[in-house]
C-alpha cells in the first residue's frame, strides 16, 4: 500500500523567504505526482504534474522535482508572498492517487 | 471552461439522519471521483465511476454509503445513516478519458457535519 508523508506539517516564513516543501512516498512504481493547493473551506488546486519520466516541472515560481527512484518529490516556491497561505497536498498516481496529509504554509507580511 | 461543481457546500444533521451530495463534472469529463477529506488528513478515494460504471469502490462502507452516475454525467453520494465519524469535507473530481493516469481536477467540496 502506497504510503505518502508531508513533512513538515507546517511551516511559517516572512515574505519574500523562499518555500521548500517536502513529499516522501514508500512505493516507486508511480506514474506521476501531482502538487495540489487547497485554502480553507475550498477544493484542490492543482498546481503541477509531474510524470514519472520527468526530474523537474516548472510553472512561475513554481518548481517540483521529482526523484522517483529515492522517493522524494521536492515543491519550491520563490519569493513568497503572504497570497501563498494556503495548504499544500502531494498526491502519487500509481494506478490512483494517494495524498499526504498537506503542508500548511504561512507567509507573514 | 466551467469547472467541477457540488452542491450544497455545507450541511450539518443529526446523527442516524440521511444526506446526499450532488456533483457535476466537467463538460465531457467520462471519469468521476468521489473522495473523503477528514479534518487535518489527505483526501481519501471512496469511489470511482468511468461514464456511469464503478471502476473502484473498495474504500466506500458499502453498509451506510451509495453512489451512482446518472446517464454517465452527475453523480449523488448518499450516507444512510450518518455517523460522527462522517464528519468531512466530500470532494468531487472528475478527468478526461478512461486512463486512471489522466490528471484530476477536483470541486469545491461538500463540508458535512454530523452532530
Known amino acids: 500500500k502506497q504510503e505518502v508523508t508531508q513533512i513538515p506539517a507546517a511551516l511559517s516564513v516572512p515574505e519574500g523567504e523562499n518555500l521548500v516543501l517536502n513529499c516522501s512516498f514508500t512505493d516507486s512504481a508511480i506514474y506521476n505526482l501531482q502538487w495540489f493547493r487547497q485554502d480553507p473551506g475550498k477544493g484542490l488546486t492543482s498546481l503541477l504534474l509531474i510524470q514519472s519520466s520527468q526530474r523537474e516541472q516548472t510553472s512561475g515560481r513554481l518548481n517540483a522535482s521529482l526523484d522517483k527512484s529515492s522517493g522524494r518529490s521536492t515543491l519550491y516556491i520563490a519569493a513568497s508572498q503572504p497570497g501563498d497561505s494556503a495548504t499544500y497536498l502531494c498526491a502519487v498516481n500509481d494506478y490512483k492517487l494517494s495524498f499526504g496529509a498537506g503542508t500548511t504554509v504561512t507567509v507573514r507580511a | 471552461e466551467a469547472g467541477v461543481a457540488q452542491s450544497p457546500r455545507y450541511k450539518i444533521i443529526e446523527k442516524r439522519q440521511s444526506v446526499a451530495f450532488w456533483c457535476n463534472p466537467i463538460s465531457g469529463h467520462a471519469t468521476l471521483y468521489w473522495y473523503q477529506q477528514i479534518l487535518g488528513q489527505g483526501p481519501k478515494l471512496l469511489i470511482q465511476f468511468q461514464n456511469n460504471g464503478v471502476v473502484d469502490d473498495s474504500q466506500l462502507p458499502k453498509d451506510r454509503f451509495s453512489a451512482e452516475r446518472l446517464k454517465g454525467v452527475d453523480s449523488t453520494l448518499k450516507i444512510q445513516p450518518a455517523k460522527l465519524e462522517d464528519s468531512a469535507v466530500y470532494l468531487c473530481?472528475?478527468?478526461?478519458?478512461?486512463?486512471?493516469?489522466?490528471?484530476?481536477?477536483f470541486g469545491p467540496g461538500t463540508r458535512l457535519t454530523v452532530l
Open positions: 473530481a472528475s478527468s478526461l478519458g478512461t486512463s486512471p493516469y489522466n490528471e484530476q481536477f
